[in-house]
């Protein structure tokens, strides 16, 4: 298959979004006509009554988009802490260069995240289905550190709301320091000046950028 | 912090002079902070009354009120539970917040740890939004100190726009200060803006919240800013108040709500959250100056001695034996008791009964008082002799490890354990004061945080945690059986693990996720533990006397009408089933008036008839997982209803007897303890 162009991978995230999270009927209306013709005659999309709809190999070509651009937010905002403003403008063009391979190897740095930085889900590859790691990962859960290790909290994934509130009690947010003093059998981690005691399943929905501190 | 609790569910009933108190009060001082901030003791300090102060954090149900002198006038100081955020996430939050919207404080003081500033001033800006005037105590400063933190409280206040006040509760350094600042804020609201939010996921956050104030037409006393806020994060009690209030204009309100959350993935507070802490974190990195990286001092290796499992756990069998067993069991229920019997009610006892006797010339009535289980001796002797002594010091012990900062550490080590019975770490308190009272701990099991954790605590109490007055019998009771005290105690941990495994795969739900805070290693103060001491056995005085009064009067009506003799009848067969004289049916029934009791029956029983080794232990077994006592049953009936209260007592009463029933099998077959 031929290099997409960024337009027309665009295009396919956009028809992803609206056919598999929003469940809309997307028209041909406001998209640019020469990429649509460049994906139809790719077979990755197809026009029936009206409706643009993606084709099974459309489909997974567009998973791969949005996998690549929501990959590419994470590491905007985990690695290089950009505001959401930069998130915005250079997540799109990021995204582009990720390419062949590259994902995986962002996305196993990254701890095989599950969700954007907008709470979005990153749809899984093959490294996230080996649990892939390496030691140049820079993001782990609280609950894949070594005791002793120092971090500081990068972002909270958690499907309950009530877990992330009670990790948000504690006062486990974005940006503070970190301290794992003790894995078992309890993860007891250090925040600022206190100590807290959690459970592996609310340590396994903070994500933590690695600083150092291995004993 | 139980026994705060304690201590108000039983003075609920007589807080007559305290309310005259504040009804001469002309002003409201709130005191709000996050828990384990010292704020109990802060209380203390403003208003002269002492409340109870504990380590482990999140179990402060009840409100403590206080008068203080400030600037020539006189305050009602109210000490609100432990509250993280705005948003309440517990019924503790949620009566913090309350307070706050309904008393209309004069000036709210926040109580906050010096020593971890960005989570104290993720607070501050919360609570500067509800447009009150503001002082922040920024207490333990002396612990900041020995941190080697120095922290700049002018320049803090400044950027605050209000006062701060360094302050260490404990020895009242800054109380005077503190004071002064309190008087002189009257009048003068916080900054509300204290935090502009940027947009997130494209929607502008203070757009929003400027067109919700603008609809806003009620009088709400907390500002149009945090009332906005709370709307948009989808408080349920707030949207209620609203409204009812702006009838008219709630419908666009409810709009824009929508309008803002409906697109997010993520809740709103989440997003305000860590916006306030980037905010915080800011403004505590200019104010802060840290000497060098903090290292493990000698209380974090003592604290790592603890939670560690293969130091933790020798560490954890010396106290249950030391502190336990030698102090409570030996020294409280041996020496102490045999004391006070022997030398205090065998002196009182015999003029008093001949008094009786005098007054009462009724043999009938004379049995109700001074009867074998009248209302002096089963009720008062019984209750103040025998148990009262055994109580406190197992209470005393008990607010040691709290003072300590002991309990957080067990939960912690015990939590994975816990989980494979469906309970969390946090169970820990209750199933240990369990060993002291059982009745105490079901009323503690409140403080658990799902109805699923409650009940299963509830029911392990009930089955297989012996209290303190039991195990003293029967220990003395099976000490001459080799191995059978290690046998009864076997069985007695495999009926509690088994059971609980049973409950967490039966009963709906999940284990709670587990979280705890685990504050510094303290050395104990005398004030503390003697004063959490007394409030709990003031506590048993005021609740369990009675219900052995009670117990009194029912036996005795039980004997004079015939009913006893009939269950006793009844009991007999499974009695016989598992391999016991039958006489030993009344020690049974009589268990369950005074728990120990029934142990002492048998005693009775193995002195006159004689028992077998193997008797002994599977009747000491059945006794122990035999229906708590009458005060336990009622006190569980109270607290899950009485349909819950009778299923787990009929539960109990199989367990019982087939567990028993097994165990004189499996004796009698391999011929042990014969």
């Known amino acids: 298959m031929p290099q997409l162009s960024d337009k027309a991978e665009e295009i396919l995230e956009h028809l992803w979004i609206s056919t598999q999270e929003q469940d809309t009927r997307p028209t041909a209306d406001a998209l640019p006509e020469e990429e649509l013709a460049v994906l139809e005659r790719e077979g990755l999309v197809v026009t029936e009554a009206g409706t643009i709809q993606l084709t099974p190999g459309g489909l997974e070509e567009a998973r791969a988009c949005i996998r690549r651009h929501r990959l590419a937010e994470r590491l905007l905002s985990d690695v290089l802490d950009s505001s959401d403003e930069q998130l915005h403008a250079a997540g799109c063009k990021f995204e582009h260069g990720l390419h062949h391979g590259l994902q995986e190897q962002v996305c196993t740095m990254l701890g095989h995240p599950e969700r954007c930085p907008h709470g979005k889900p990153i749809p899984s590859g093959e490294c996230c289905r080996r649990k892939d790691s390496t030691p140049g990962q820079v993001l782990v859960p609280l609950s894949e550190m070594e005791s002793g290790q120092e971090g500081v909290i990068a972002y909270l994934h958690s499907d309950r709301t009530e877990d992330l509130r009670k990790l948000m009690a504690i006062g486990a947010l974005p940006g503070t320091r970190l301290r794992l003093r003790q894995r078992f059998p309890s993860y007891l981690l250090r925040l600022g000046n206190s100590e807290f005691a959690v459970d592996a399943e609310l340590a396994g929905q903070v994500y933590v950028r690695r600083t150092g501190g291995a004993e | ?674």
């Open chain 2, 1 to 674: 912090m139980i026994a705060k609790m304690l201590q108000n569910l039983t003075g609920a009933r007589c807080c007559g002079p305290e309310q005259k108190t504040t009804e001469q009060a002309t002003g409201t001082i709130a005191l709000v902070g996050q828990p384990n901030v010292g704020k109990s003791v802060l209380f203390a300090n403003l208003t002269g009354t002492y409340v109870a102060v504990s380590n482990y954090p999140g179990t402060t149900v009840e409100v403590a009120r206080g008068t203080a002198e400030l600037a020539g006038r006189r305050f009602q100081v109210v000490d609100t539970p432990g509250m993280y955020s705005l948003l309440p996430l517990s019924e503790e939050e949620r009566v913090a917040r309350d307070i706050l919207v309904d008393e209309q404080p004069d000036v709210i003081v926040q109580v906050g740890d010096a020593r971890n500033l960005e989570r104290t001033l993720t607070l501050t800006f919360q609570l500067m939004e509800t447009g009150f005037p503001l002082v922040l105590a920024l207490n333990m400063m002396d612990e900041a100190r020995a941190a080697g933190l120095s922290l700049d409280t002018d320049r803090l206040s400044e950027a605050l726009g209000m006062p701060v006040v360094p302050t260490v509760s404990v020895t009242r350094e800054g109380m005077d200060e503190l004071r002064e600042a309190i008087g002189q804020q009257q009048g003068r609201p916080a900054p509300v803006e204290a935090v502009r939010y940027a947009p997130r996921e494209g929607v502008d956050i203070e757009e929003a919240v400027q067109e919700v104030e603008g609809l806003l037409e009620g009088d709400y006393r907390l500002s149009p800013r945090c009332l906005a806020l709370l709307l948009l994060q989808g408080d349920e009690q707030v949207h209620e108040r609203v409204q009812r209030t702006d009838t008219t204009s709630y419908p666009r309100i409810a709009e824009v709500v929508d309008e803002v959350t409906g697109a997010a993935q993520r809740p709103l507070d989440y997003t305000l959250t860590v916006q306030r802490r980037h905010r915080a974190q800011a403004l505590s990195a200019e104010v802060t100056h840290a000497a060098g990286e903090r290292r493990d001092t000698l209380r974090d290796r003592l604290s790592d001695l603890m939670t560690r499992p293969l130091t933790g756990l020798p560490i954890l069998a010396v106290v249950l034996y030391f502190a336990f067993y030698q102090f409570v069991g030996v020294f409280g229920a041996d020496v102490v008791v045999h004391w006070i019997e022997d030398d205090v009610f065998d002196l009182i006892t015999p003029p008093f009964a001949s008094f009786v006797e005098t007054v009462l010339p009724w043999q009938v009535w004379q049995e109700l008082v001074i009867g074998d289980y009248g209302l002096w001796t089963l009720g008062l002797r019984y209750a103040v002799g025998i148990i009262l002594p055994i109580v406190t010091f197992f209470f005393l012990v008990f607010a040691l490890f709290e003072d300590v900062g002991y309990l957080p550490r067990l939960a912690l080590l015990l939590d994975r354990t816990f989980k494979k019975i469906g309970l969390s770490g946090r169970a820990v308190i209750p199933m240990v004061l369990g060993f002291g009272c059982d009745t105490m701990a079901t009323m503690v099991t409140r403080t658990l945080n799902t109805k699923r954790e409650r009940l299963i605590s509830i029911i392990l109490l009930s089955v297989a945690v012996p209290c303190s007055a039991q195990l003293g019998v029967i220990m003395a009771l099976l000490s001459g059986v080799p191995g059978a005290l290690l046998l009864w105690a076997g069985v007695m941990l495999a009926v509690y693990l088994g059971v609980g495994a049973v409950a967490a795969r039966v009963l709906p739900g999940r284990a709670e996720p587990f979280y705890v805070e685990v504050p510094p290693l303290r050395l104990p103060r005398l004030r503390n533990v003697l004063a959490k001491t007394f409030a709990r056995v003031k506590w048993y005085f005021v609740e369990i006397l009675p219900l052995f009064l009670i117990a009194s009067v029912l036996i005795w009506l039980g004997q004079l009408t015939g009913i006893f003799g009939l269950i006793i009848g009844a009991l007999e067969h499974p009695v016989r089933w598992i391999g016991l004289p039958a006489e030993t049916a009344a020690v049974f029934l009589l268990g369950f008036f005074r728990r120990d009791y029934g142990a002492a029956g048998l005693y009775d029983i193995h002195q006159t008839v004689g028992l077998s080794g193997r008797q002994l232990v599977v009747s000491a077994v059945a006794l122990t997982l035999f229906l708590p006592c009458i005060a336990h049953f009622l006190v569980t009936a109270r607290e899950r209803g009485w349909r819950t209260g009778l299923a787990i007592g009929a539960m109990v009463l199989a367990i019982s007897f087939s567990i028993a029933f097994a165990l004189n099998q499996v004796l009698t077959h391999l011929g042990a303890l014969a």
